[in-house]
Structure formats: structure tokens, C-alpha cells
T-cell receptor
Framework: DAGVIQSPRHEVTEMGQEVTLRCKPISGHDYLFWYRQTMMRGLELLIYFNNNVPIDDSGMPEDRFSAKMPNASFSTLKIQPSEPRDSAVYFC???????????????FGDGTRLSIL | GENVEQHPSTLSVQEGDSAVIKCTYSDSASNYFPWYKQELGKRPQLIIDIRSNVGEKKDQRIAVTLNKTAKHFSLHITETQPEDSAVYFCAASKENDYKLSFGAGTTVTVRA
């Protein structure tokens, strides 16, 4: 199993630019999550999808952030325009549904380290 | 929403000793409690999880205990080794609610 795949691993860009982060979940997983990790705020859930449909986006910090999941094997998180305070590590995770019997473990990708100058 | 508190924030132990990390949660409806280990610069990796229908679960040197009445759960690492050095996160969620609420993390350092 290839695990959750994220790209790019590192992104450095200037303030005001558009940033697009990409994620491929584990095949067969029907839940996909986007998290942000910073020293100050720890691990924060931004948004999650079930069967490609956004279920809860209450963690998305501002309208500058948007996420899509056009199919079961691909999701994007966009920031436009980017700001220095968006600098963080962004993780994507996926899991099976609870139809397997209770909540299932979330498996994380390697993350994208984003630096906005 | 759910609030998960984790203690201590840092923990230094001698190799071979035990390490214990404690978490409390606020929502009595929470029933799924995973623990993640994150090495420096790496992704969080699930090391063990427990559901509310059991009080304890073990996997080799790692064990987790759950006290639903008191709303707290703990991670126990026995016979610690240098490779156990990492940040450990506890988390909680409710049945069919996939939002994991994470604790702030515990940095564990195992001294050789």
C-alpha cells in the first residue's frame, strides 16, 4: 500500500501568490482530511470529505482557503492570496468509514511544509 | 466542541524506564481514542487506539488505559528505548463523527 501521498513536500513562495497543495488518499478510503500543524496551534482540522463531498469545513480559517475533491483519488487545498501567517505544515489524512465497525484510524501523509515569505 | 488536554508537555526518562502520558477529554459522548507518534520532520503515525467498550489495550511495550467515568486515558510505554523519543499526541472523537480533537502533544526524550 502506497499510503497517503502529498505534493509538493516543500513549498516556498511570496506573499500574495496562489498555493495549491495536493493529496492522493489510500485507495478504498472514503474519508479525507486536511490538517494544519503549527507550534502555536498544534494540529488543527481544516476540512474533511466523505465520498468526495465536503462534510465539515468549520476549521477553514478564512475565505482565502478552499478545498476540493473532484474524485475519490485526488484532493486539493488552495490558498489565494497567501500570507506569511499561513506558513505551516499541512497534512492530508484518509480513513475508512465506520461501516467497518466504529471510527477507523486516520492515516497521515508526509505533509507539505509551506513557507510564505 | 471536544477539548482534549494532555500532560506533561515534556517528559525525559532514562532508557529502560517507563513513560506515562495522560489525557483528559470533555465530551462524555467521545468513544474513540487514538494515540499518534510523530518523529521530528515526519508524519503522525498511529501507534495504538482504544474504544470505549474496553478499559485497556496492549501492544508489546505500549499500553493504553481508559477511564470513562473520569474522562481520562493514558499511554504507557515500558522499557523505553532511544527510538521512542518523539512527540506523542492523544486524540478523541465521537461515534460516526470523524473530527479528531488532538491534545497539544508530549515531547518524550529517552536518555541513553
Amino acid at each position: 500500500d502506497a499510503g497517503v501521498i502529498q505534493s509538493p513536500r516543500h513549498e516556498v513562495t511570496e506573499m500574495g501568490q496562489e498555493v495549491t497543495l495536493r493529496c492522493k488518499p489510500i485507495s478504498g478510503h472514503d474519508y479525507l482530511f486536511w490538517y494544519r500543524q503549527t507550534m502555536m496551534r498544534g494540529l488543527e482540522l481544516l476540512i474533511y470529505f466523505n465520498n468526495n463531498v465536503p462534510i465539515d469545513d468549520s476549521g477553514m480559517p478564512e475565505d482565502r482557503f478552499s478545498a476540493k475533491m473532484p474524485n475519490a483519488s485526488f484532493s486539493t487545498l488552495k490558498i489565494q492570496p497567501s500570507e506569511p501567517r499561513d506558513s505551516a505544515v499541512y497534512f492530508c489524512a484518509s480513513s475508512l468509514g465506520s461501516w467497518r465497525g466504529g471510527n477507523q484510524p486516520q492515516h497521515f501523509g508526509d505533509g507539505t511544509r509551506l513557507s510564505i515569505l | 466542541g471536544e477539548n482534549v488536554e494532555q500532560h506533561p508537555s515534556t517528559l525525559s526518562v532514562q532508557e529502560g524506564d517507563s513513560a506515562v502520558i495522560k489525557c483528559t477529554y470533555s465530551d462524555s459522548a467521545s468513544n474513540y481514542f487514538p494515540w499518534y507518534k510523530q518523529e521530528l520532520g515526519k508524519r503522525p503515525q498511529l501507534i495504538i487506539d482504544i474504544r470505549s467498550n474496553v478499559g485497556e489495550k496492549k501492544d508489546q511495550r505500549i499500553a493504553v488505559t481508559l477511564n470513562k467515568t473520569a474522562k481520562h486515558f493514558s499511554l504507557h510505554i515500558t522499557e523505553t528505548q532511544p527510538e521512542d523519543s518523539a512527540v506523542y499526541f492523544c486524540a478523541a472523537s465521537k461515534e460516526n463523527d470523524y473530527k479528531l480533537s488532538f491534545g497539544a502533544g508530549t515531547t518524550v526524550t529517552v536518555r541513553a
